[in-house]
């Protein structure tokens, strides 16, 4: 079992910038690909973010070139700054960790950021 708890949501202006951090506890030796993935009222949760075990990374088009992910290994945390902060980035943002030893991925409780214009 994996524990993921995200922290460091909030309120911010737009065009402010956050920094969201995940981290891991249980059988963290397990855990391959990390990521971050967000779900805005009455939409379905989308990929925002991932970082393999190596450090290769992926973004949605919406936040290329805005938000940036992260990972310690050591502290098994992962990390999403984000800049340039839009209002349509308002979201439950979710943390999400795949592991090798699991058929489903582990998802943190999430964390609520908003945007305002």
């Known amino acids: 079992q994996v524990q993921l708890v995200e922290s460091g949501g909030g309120l911010v202006q737009a065009g402010g910038s956050l920094r969201l951090s995940c981290a891991a506890s249980g059988s963290v030796f397990s855990i391959n690909g990390m990521g971050w993935y967000r779900q805005a009222p009455g939409k379905q949760r989308e990929l925002v973010a991932t970082i393999s075990r190596g450090g290769t990374t992926n973004y949605a088009d919406s936040v290329k070139g805005r938000f940036t992910i992260t990972r310690d290994n050591d502290k098994n945390t992962v990390y999403l700054q984000m800049n340039s902060l839009k209002p349509e980035d308002t979201a439950i943002y979710y943390c999400?960790?795949?592991?090798?030893?699991?058929?489903?991925?582990?998802w943190g409780q999430g964390t609520q950021v908003t945007v305002s214009s």
């Open positions: 999400n960790a795949i592991s090798r030893v699991s058929v489903s991925p582990y």
